[in-house]
C-alpha cells in the first residue's frame, strides 16, 4: 500500500498531530459531514461517536475509494448526557462545575474505510474528576482556553489536574485518537506502520 494514499478526514490538530506520531505519510481533508443533522437525532453517546466516525470516513472515502480514509469522532457523556465542545469559556466553567465530583466517559470511535469496506473501533474511556470549586475551574479555563474540546479540557497539558483517576485500554484515545486501534485497523487495510 502506498503511504500517500492516507487521508485524515479530520482538520482536528490534535488528530493530525497523534498521526504524525506514526511516521506515516497522510493528507487532510475537511469530511462532507453535518455533524448537527447526527446530533439532533438524539443517539446514545457511543452511537453518536461511532456514526460521526463512520459518516466521517465514508464521505471523502466516496470520492477516492482507492485511499485508506480514517474517520473519528469523540463524545464526552456524563450518563446519556452528550458534552459537546463548549465553544465559549462560559460554557466551559458551566461543563466543568457539571462535571466536578462526577465519573464521566469519553468516548473515542475510529472508521477505517478501504475499497467500499468500513472497520470501527470504539474506546470508552472512563474519567474521575475531583471535586472542584468555581474558582478553580475558573483558572483552568483561562489558562488552557479548552473551548475546542469535548469535555472542556485538555488532558494532555495541566487538565489532568483536574481528574482523580482515569481508566482507558489506550491513552491516546483520550486526546482524540486511539493510536493502537489505528494501527491495526491500518494493518487489516495492508498498511504497515512502522
Known amino acids: ?26 493528507r487532510c481533508f475537511a469530511p462532507l459531514v453535518n455533524e448537527d443533522s447526527f446530533k439532533a437525532a438524539r443517539l446514545d453517546p457511543v452511537s453518536l461517536a461511532a456514526t460521526l466516525a463512520i459518516a466521517k470516513a465514508e464521505s471523502l472515502a466516496k470520492l477516492d475509494p482507492d485511499a485508506v480514509v480514517i474517520g473519528s469522532d469523540q463524545v464526552a457523556a456524563l450518563g446519556d448526557d452528550v458534552l459537546g465542545k463548549p465553544g ?56 488552557e482556553q479548552p473551548i475546542d474540546c469535548a469535555g472542556s479540557y485538555k488532558i494532555e497539558s495541566q487538565g489532568i489536574a483536574l481528574f482523580e483517576s482515569i481508566q482507558t485500554a489506550d491513552q491516546t484515545a483520550i486526546i482524540g485518537l486511539p493510536l493502537m486501534a489505528v494501527v491495526s485497523l491500518l494493518g487489516r487495510c495492508g498498511v504497515r506502520v512502522p
Open 88 to 143: 465559549s469559556a462560559e460554557n466551559a466553567v458551566q461543563q466543568l462545575l457539571k462535571l466536578s465530583g462526577e465519573t464521566h466517559q469519553l468516548i473515542t470511535a475510529v472508521a477505517v474505510t478501504h475499497q467500499f469496506h468500513t472497520r470501527l473501533h470504539v474506546n470508552v474511556t472512563e474519567l474521575q474528576m475531583r471535586s472542584l470549586d468555581q474558582s478553580i475551574i475558573e483558572r483552568y479555563v483561562e489558562r
Open 1 to 26: 500500500m502506498n503511504q500517500r494514499d492516507i487521508i485524515l478526514a479530520s482538520t482536528s490538530r490534535y488528530r493530525r498531530s497523534l498521526l504524525e506520531r506514526l511516521g506515516i505519510e497522510f
